[in-house]
């Protein structure tokens, strides 16, 4: 990459002592006592100048893509209508958890196999909540159980929010 800018060069040499893509309002020059304020690429003095300059730059690496954004909640509904098509709960086991707060067989199943109080907590929850989180433990611990690689269950809750 090629850059416009301005060097401080010594006279006497021909050396760059520094380079901006902007002159500083302040200049020190190195190895002496001179300082210019406000100095302009017109600017000269005992034997130091500002002149315009250009430089290449190797162009920066490339940038890792960037990661995408969490997914958005789904509603309790969203989250019954896409277990219902993926058949992971049946369609009675959707109608009766939207209207009564029912745990379904599949999901029943994974309760079970957790300690007493665990699995009060996790009933309480599906019964109540009205929203999914993807990083909820509860979607982790079914996730688990049901063998859902992360992919699938991201695409789970990408097309439940179409829903």
């Keep these: 990459m090629i850059k416009n800018g301005y060097a401080l060069v010594r006279e006497a040499d021909?050396?760059?002592?520094?380079?901006?893509?902007?002159?500083?309002?302040?200049?020190?020059?190195?190895?002496?006592?001179?300082?210019?304020?406000?100095?302009?690429?017109?600017?000269?003095?005992?034997g130091y100048l500002i002149r315009p300059s250009v430089r290449e730059f190797a162009d920066p690496p490339d940038i890792d893509p960037v990661l995408p954004a969490p997914?958005?909640?789904?509603?309790?509904?969203?989250?019954?209508?896409?277990?219902?098509?993926?058949?992971?709960?049946?369609p009675q086991e959707a109608i009766a958890a939207a209207t009564a707060g029912a745990v379904p067989s599949s999901v029943q199943a994974v309760f079970d196999t957790l300690p007493e109080a665990d699995r009060d907590?996790?009933?309480?929850?599906?019964a109540t909540m009205s929203q999914a989180e993807r990083t909820h433990p509860l979607v982790a611990l079914l996730q688990a159980v049901w063998q859902y690689p992360d992919e699938e269950l991201d695409a789970l809750f990408r097309s439940a929010l179409l829903r």
């Design 121 to 126: 907590e996790a009933m309480i929850t599906w």
């Design 14 to 46: 021909n050396t760059e002592l520094s380079w901006w893509e902007v002159i500083p309002a302040r200049i020190d020059v190195p190895g002496t006592t001179l300082v210019a304020f406000a100095a302009t690429s017109d600017w000269s003095a005992e």
């Design 71 to 90: 997914l958005a909640p789904i509603t309790r509904r969203q989250l019954l209508l896409e277990l219902k098509a993926r058949e992971l709960i049946t």
